[in-house]
């Protein structure tokens, strides 16, 4: 797939669901963004960007800690909400801009912290993106990326990678943690802490979310039917078909 026809695809899926991904309660809450708050708590005058913002949850919690924050996503409808919704949260210093991760159209040295959380799992070319982030950070600067993990373990990313796909034809992938450290090295970032929880998915909300085709959502079902015992007992597949994914909070670092 060309990078264009990606992105045309990542625009189309998210567009038509704007709405539904602000008021979802997994982007609406959580203990990252919680933790999320206290970290930038440390930046009261920053400059932040938030690198696909989706419907702009994080981007809302990064406005109440610091001076100025940019909610980048490809996604108009998206971006329309986020604007939408600052507007009557009363966020007056937050700015949105449409564009792609992997080609940031923001001069060298715009922003103090990047951020980033659930979004990285749909870019073309992460390494690409962090490499424009490490460019428009200022020097010391900080990025903190938050999104659904892979395990590593290639029976159970084999498993998340494909209900993942079927649910949502704009996914690409979800990296484990030595993947992310390994593409904040080759960056030329400098990885400085790393944390991982646990996040609980709703079946009927996470399939009703992204409006995923009832013979795609019964392909979901007959494959996890399938599943072992182990990726069962992993991702503690439920009855009706929530499950549990690992998260990854991760911060890296510009050489100052």
Aim: with cysteine; net charge negative.
């Amino acid at each position: 797939m060309t990078t264009q026809s990606h992105h045309d695809n990542v625009e189309k899926q998210f567009g038509s669901q704007a709405k539904a991904y602000l008021t979802s309660a997994v982007h609406a809450s959580g203990r990252d963004l919680v933790r999320l708050a206290e970290r930038l708590a440390d930046f009261p005058n920053a400059c932040v960007l938030d690198l696909g913002c989706g419907a702009g949850h994080a981007s809302f919690v990064a406005a109440q800690q610091v001076a100025q924050v940019t909610a980048y996503d490809l996604s108009s409808q998206m971006l329309e909400v986020v604007a939408e919704a600052a507007k009557e949260k009363g966020l007056a210093n937050l700015a949105t801009r449409q564009g792609y991760a992997e080609s940031l159209p923001f001069d060298d040295q715009s922003f103090d912290v990047v951020i980033s959380r659930y979004s990285a799992h749909h870019w073309h070319d992460v390494g690409q993106a962090l490499r424009e982030v490490k460019r428009v950070l200022k020097p010391g600067g900080t990025v903190i990326i938050m999104d659904i993990m892979s395990p590593g373990h290639p029976v159970r990313d084999v498993w998340l990678q494909t209900v993942e796909a079927l649910r949502d034809t704009s996914h690409v992938r979800n990296y484990s943690s030595g993947e992310w450290l390994s593409m904040f090295t080759d960056a030329g970032l400098i990885s400085r802490s790393l944390q991982t929880d646990r996040l609980t998915l709703e079946f009927s909300s996470w399939i009703a979310r992204m409006r995923t085709p009832e013979a795609l959502s019964q392909a979901i079902r007959l494959y996890q039917e399938s599943a072992s015992a182990e990726v069962k007992a992993y991702f503690e597949l439920q009855e009706e078909g929530s499950f549990t994914s690992d998260t990854i909070l991760a911060e890296a670092q510009k050489a100052g």
